[in-house]
């Protein structure tokens, strides 16, 4: 009498195909719908996040979905595929009389796969979400009050883990997008803090440094801060100003860090609040602007180079606000406002407004390929740029 034997009909059973030999190829038993499962191609780079479980999807219902890993964002894109893909699943071993061959059982036939394209965060959702409740004087003088702490005064504010699951960024590059909005976590919520309010904490910090003799360019930290406390301003605060317009150095008295004053920012800032009131002359904006830089800095137009517009009206020279940090971060919409504001752009213009951008395997030449028409009169003339 024939004995049973083993043989294989799944997955290995494919894999163990010899040459010139067959395989049947049968609907498995549990063979069903084909949107079950979806395969995804990875690069082998990111291999090694999927097997660490370090990998997310992220985007809210209405979003096309993005896949992050710990520093990239990865737009996710269906490729479909006219030949017939068979989803097999593990094998199982099934005992049989002899003569009878391994079978591969099919559990799905999968329509196609989902590739992975790297792609820039998408973090002007994150601009957006701050900037509607940024930290005030007022709300710093509310602080210790009780009433403060109810749920209706934390509406609209968001955790970490809040913006983790609004913003299509990876936890690298939304730290990084959070830098670039000098934003900073206060009772455990993400804020931008109101530029006035932030302007009223620099310009007592100057006066501290004439008051107590401080050089600008080496900022005890523990004084600095005890100094801005005793003021009236928060710690977190007095510290984030700091950390807004300065940089740590390696110098260090003792246990306090060291600060310097970073003189393109200070000079920035002053530049904004001047301008805040609208376009004015070149010469009225120069002599204002001025004034108000600390003594011992150099402010120069090069300073604001991305932050104002100068045009010629007849012979006078006016000058404007116009900040690269207030435009999207999208390439397509960032170059339909900058030909709203300016049908024709000179290279040396344009530069200081797109340089930020980063679209992963694009440079800078080609943006401007694609989303611009160059002219050049001359070969030494400067070239002009228009919406394509």
């Known amino acids: 009498m024939e004995q049973p034997h083993s043989i294989l009909t799944g997955a290995e059973a494919v894999l163990n195909v010899q040459p010139n030999s067959s395989l049947s190829v049968t609907y498995d038993t549990l063979f069903g719908s084909s949107d079950n499962h979806m395969l995804l191609e990875l690069h082998d780079e990111i291999l090694p996040d999927l097997l660490h479980q370090s990998i997310t999807l992220r985007g ?25 893909v068979f989803l097999i699943p593990p094998s199982r071993h099934q005992f049989t009389q002899n003569g009878q061959q391994s079978v591969a059982s099919v559990i799905e036939i999968s329509p196609g796969n989902m590739e992975l394209i790297e792609t ?43 913006l983790v699951n609004k913003i ?32 009223e904490i620099l310009t007592m910090l100057l006066q501290n440094s004439i008051l107590n003799d401080w ?61 805040g009131v609208g376009k004015m002359k070149l ?3 120069m002599e204002m602007w001025l004034k108000k830089i600390p003594d011992g800095m150099n402010a120069n137009l090069e300073m604001l180079e991305g932050e104002v517009l100068t045009e010629k009206v007849g012979i006078e020279m006016w000058v404007r606000g116009f900040s690269v940090a207030s ?13 709203r504001e300016r049908p024709k752009w000179e290279s040396k ?34 070239p002009v740029f228009t919406a394509r």
């Open 60 to 84: 809210e219902p209405n979003e096309d979905v993005v896949l992050c890993t710990l520093s990239k964002t990865y737009a996710v894109k269906f490729v479909g595929t006219s030949n017939s």
């Open 120 to 162: 820039a965060p998408r973090l002007d959702r994150l601009k957006t979400l701050l900037a509607q409740n940024p930290y005030s004087s007022m709300e710093a003088l509310q602080a210790d009050d009780m009433e403060d702490d109810s749920k209706e005064s934390k509406m609209g504010l968001c955790t970490w883990h809040d």
């Open 168 to 199: 299509q960024a990876s936890d690298d590059e939304l730290r990084n997008g959070l830098e670039a909005l000098s934003a900073v976590e206060i009772d455990g919520f993400w804020r931008i803090v109101d530029e006035k309010y932030m302007g």
């Open 215 to 275: 050089s600008l360019d080496k900022l005890d930290e523990d004084e600095v801060v005890t100094s801005l406390v005793t003021d009236g301003f928060p710690h977190k605060l007095a510290y984030h100003c700091l950390h807004v317009y300065g940089s740590e150095v390696d110098e260090a008295r003792g246990k306090s860090c060291v600060w310097t004053l970073d003189a393109r920012r200070v000079c920035v800032h002053f530049a904004r609040q001047v301008l």
């Open 283 to 285: 010469e009225r904006f």
């Open 327 to 339: 435009l999207p971060s999208n390439p397509a919409e960032r170059f339909s406002v900058l030909f």
């Open 349 to 382: 213009d344009l530069q200081h407004y797109i340089r930020d951008l980063k679209v992963p395997g694009l440079s800078s030449e080609g943006l401007l390929l694609k989303y611009t028409r160059r002219t050049q009169p001359t070969q030494d003339a400067e």
